[in-house]
T-cell receptor, first 114, second 115 residues
Framework: AQSVTQPDIHITVSEGASLELRCNYSYGATPYLFWYVQSPGQGLQLLLKYFSGDTLVQGIKGFEAEFKRSQSSFNLRKPSVHWSDAAEYFCAVGAKNAGNMLTFGGGTRLMVKP | GAVVSQHPSRVICKSGTSVKIECRSLDFQATTMFWYRQFPKQSLMLMATSNEGSKATYEQGVEKDKFLINHASLTLSTLTVTSAHPEDSSFYIC???????????FGPGTRLLVL
């Protein structure tokens, strides 16, 4: 069975500092990998995704993520965090031929200090 | 981009009544939609997969008679919480996948409060 682990429940960074949110997955084949962001009381917005090809993917809002097969990881990064980035971040894994079903990690709540 | 809407955004109802939540794909057709439930400060829990023109597929532990799903068209799926109780209070989110995209796009969610 597939699973996703986000080891950090909460992370606090200063505005302007760099950010890395960790995501580890367990899946038997090549997964589809996603990062979503959720603001309070809102739905999920897609930040970026990896299906195949270049393992470093660029997303919206200046985010990027790198797929590392050897480490079963798909960490999300941003070089300089803005106060508006404070939100909940979810990593998710899906299977190519599983009707697009997703398995979500537990989420990481990002807080940004001024 | 793909847009998914939900209605209503918030609903308050009395215990014992039924509540219907709509999920619409606005700019694409979706043969499959997903319904999730999210408790405060927790991740999303998949409740069921809604299939256009056929029965929904429910995840283990989700009562199909309690959470009725209808996917009558390629752009609309509805979730009806029947005989709602306070423990059904939660944030319900739907998602849909545009054909060949392999990516789920989420609605804004519906906050249900059962008194």
């Amino acid at each position: 069975a597939q699973s996703v682990t986000q080891p950090d429940i909460h992370i606090t960074v200063s505005e302007g500092a760099s950010l890395e949110l960790r995501c580890n997955y367990s899946y038997g084949a090549t997964p589809y990998l996603f990062w979503y962001v959720q603001s309070p009381g809102q739905g999920l917005q897609l930040l970026l995704k990896y299906f195949s090809g270049d393992t470093l993917v660029q997303g919206i809002k200046g985010f990027e993520a790198e797929f590392k097969r050897s480490q079963s990881s798909f960490n999300l990064r941003k070089p300089s965090v803005h106060w508006s980035d404070a939100a909940e971040y979810f990593c998710a894994v899906g299977a190519k031929n599983a009707g697009n079903m997703l398995t979500f990690g537990g989420g990481t709540r990002l807080m940004v200090k001024p | 981009g793909a847009v998914v809407s939900q209605h209503p955004s918030r609903v308050i109802c009395k215990s014992g009544t039924s509540v219907k939540i709509e999920c619409r794909s606005l700019d694409f057709q979706a043969t499959t939609m997903f319904w999730y439930r999210q408790f405060p400060k927790q991740s999303l829990m998949l409740m069921a997969t809604s299939n256009e023109g056929s029965k929904a597929t429910y995840e283990q532990g989700v009562e199909k008679d309690k959470f009725l799903i209808n996917h009558a068209s390629l752009t609309l799926s509805t979730l009806t919480v029947t005989s709602a109780h306070p423990e059904d209070s939660s944030f319900y989110i739907c998602s849909a996948t545009p054909p060949t995209s392999g990516t789920q796009y989420f609605g804004p969610g519906t906050r249900l409060l059962v008194l």
